[in-house]
């Protein structure tokens, strides 16, 4: 089979995009490769597709090991290809361990061809050792930035993956991501430990996209107006929860249909939600940046930034979610130089909060937790951040950052935006639910339980099946008559000390001052990127990730006001 074959066969194209089949090529040839492909560029053909074409060849290499942070993309992955009859299966967080241990059976036994996993399930010794024994043939690691200390989004966690690779001796690795500086190309390559330097990369250019920066100290006006002179489907990115609802409230007086998004929703409304402005029924969604990940729309004709965010890769990111259909988009970022520059100075100091401080939230959280010192090694806490901060008398957004900061130290595992499965254990012995007058529905969901969860009646169990509205009323009214107990699922923060509570903590120059400085460097240079009114946008852009010998595009708000000056002229 070839990888064409295997394309039109299983994903029904009968081409390859852009760069695909060169990526395609490179894994096959069991090279490590880096792959730079712009947000929208198909991604995930090029490890799905080789990995069908290894499997048709070698049924001892028949296996991916995909390693992605985003639970609900691996969701979503997972549930594509098996619609196309492509056997897959996730492993995360908050799942059991007979479910891990079924799953990685079935990728032993069964005929599997993509283990998906977050990189946090590395740090796992049995999870290690499960891994040594399965046929994989290629390590896919999405989001592949996240290794680097040079890049905007680093995870500790992700440091696990070239351990993993003393485990699978020959096997290739292909990173994927969607935006690198050059330092963080290097970087990545040397983090994944690569036999060799291999990057294959797309052009950030888009020819359809038009980037404008709007000075303005009117912003929601300035959105209300443009969203009236351009149709279609739009995204406005806002900084923090509180003011996605606000604006998207008010939005809807002007604009229509407008809702929200954020990730302190449940899964049930952010899916709703996503489904409404994929389907066209909301127009305008009002979101932080956990909108987009994942995210499949190719018709979005306007992405708006309220703020600027605190580096360039962000924002492209973001800002190339519109356009993906290759027709007209536009891509507004609205700047209030004395507003915008003052907040931007802030958020290095909450981002970077002295040194003390960061100890003192070490100390307080663990107080918060009754965590004695020595104690609490590999224990996870929920934590409830606003709770923390106003018991402890804390600010919010320093101590977020503290908390981050102490797990790239290696202090801690925090997790922000943890989501917990919903938990169940059934506290009636079998033998008496016959006397409670059960309902159908509720008989029906308890023999659903007991079939699936072996140790129901001993402990609390995660379970997938509360997902659907009716099967959590039905709990909801078996917790109330005593039947169980259920947690429901919840978006919360989780805790976890690395090692025993120390009674001093350390943070390295790379830890803080050199992040810091990185930090700062980044800021400026989106800073630049909107105050500048002399050179192209894209070209501002595509210098930053290394391509310093493209043309001015023509049609951005730079080339159009030079343009209109030549022409008065």
């Excluded at 919840?490 to 803080?512: D, N, Q």
Aim: proline share 4%.
């Amino acid at each position: 089979m070839t990888a064409l074959d295997a394309l039109h066969t299983y994903f029904g194209y009968d081409a390859f995009r852009p760069l695909q089949a060169e990526i395609i090529q490179s894994v096959l040839a069991r090279r490590d490769t880096l792959a730079l492909m712009p947000t929208g560029g198909g991604k995930s053909i090029c490890f799905q597709v080789p990995t069908l074409v290894m499997a048709n060849d070698n049924p001892e290499k028949r296996l991916c090991l995909v390693i992605t942070p985003l639970i609900a993309l691996m969701r979503d992955q997972v549930a594509n290809l098996q619609a196309r009859g492509i056997h897959a299966v996730a492993v995360y967080t908050g799942m059991s361990w007979d479910k891990q241990r079924v799953a990685l059976d079935n990728c032993l036994f069964g005929p599997y061809h993509f283990l998906y996993c977050s990189p946090e399930r590395l740090e796992s010794e049995e999870f290690r050792k499960r891994l040594a024994q399965l046929p994989i043939g290629l390590i896919a690691v999405d989001e592949a930035h996240c290794i680097s200390q040079w890049g905007y989004d680093f995870r500790p966690s992700y440091l696990k993956i070239a351990e993993i690779r003393s485990l699978l001796p020959g096997v290739p690795v292909l990173a994927l991501t969607a935006t690198a500086t050059p330092e963080t190309v290097d970087d990545i390559q040397a983090k994944l430990g690569f036999s060799e330097p291999n990057v294959l990369r797309k052009s950030f250019h888009r020819d359809n996209l038009t980037y404008v920066v709007r000075r303005t100290d009117k912003k929601e006006e300035q959105i209300a107006h443009i969203l009236s002179k351009v149709t279609g489907s739009a995204i406005v990115y806002v900084r923090n929860r509180k003011h996605a609802q606000e604006l998207a409230e008010r939005l809807k007086n002007t604009i229509g249909t407008v809702d929200f998004y954020h990730a302190g929703l449940t899964t049930q409304e952010r899916n709703a939600r996503q489904e409404a402005w994929t389907e066209g029924k909301t127009r305008v969604i009002v979101a932080t940046n956990a909108f987009g990940m994942g995210i499949d729309k190719p018709d979005v004709r306007m992405v708006i930034h309220y703020d600027l965010p605190s580096h360039l890769e962000s924002y492209y990111q973001e800002a190339g979610r519109a356009g993906r259909d290759g027709k007209t988009a536009y891509a507004v970022l609205l700047y209030n130089p004395a507003e915008d520059k003052a907040k931007l100075q802030k958020r290095v100091i909450d981002n970077f909060p002295p040194k003390e401080f960061v100890e003192m939230v070490y100390h307080r959280t663990c107080d918060f937790l009754q965590i004695g010192a020595g104690s609490g090694m590999g224990h996870h806490f929920p934590l409830h951040i606003d709770q923390l901060c106003h018991v402890m008398r804390l600010p919010v957004l320093q101590t977020y950052s503290a908390l981050h900061i102490l797990t790239n130290a290696g202090y801690i595992d925090f997790e922000e935006e943890h989501e917990t499965q919903p938990r169940v254990q059934i506290i009636v012995p079998r033998r008496q639910l016959g006397e409670y007058n059960l309902t159908h529905e509720q008989t029906e969901v308890l023999d659903m339980l007991m079939r699936s969860y072996s140790g129901i009646y001993t402990d609390p169990q995660y379970i997938h099946e509360a997902d659907s509205r009716e099967t959590h009323q039905v709990l909801v009214s078996l917790a109330k008559r005593g039947i169980i107990t259920y947690i429901p699922r919840s978006v919360g923060c989780s805790f976890e000390l690395k090692s025993g509570r120390e009674t001093e903590i350390y943070l390295s120059p790379a830890i803080f001052e050199e992040r810091q400085s990185r930090f700062v460097e980044k800021l400026k240079a989106m800073l630049e990127y909107a105050d500048q009114s002399q050179f192209c946008r894209e070209q501002v852009l595509l210098a930053y990730f290394g391509e310093t010998d493209t043309v001015a595009c023509g049609h951005c708000d730079v080339c159009r006001e030079l343009a209109h000056r030549v022409f008065a002229e």
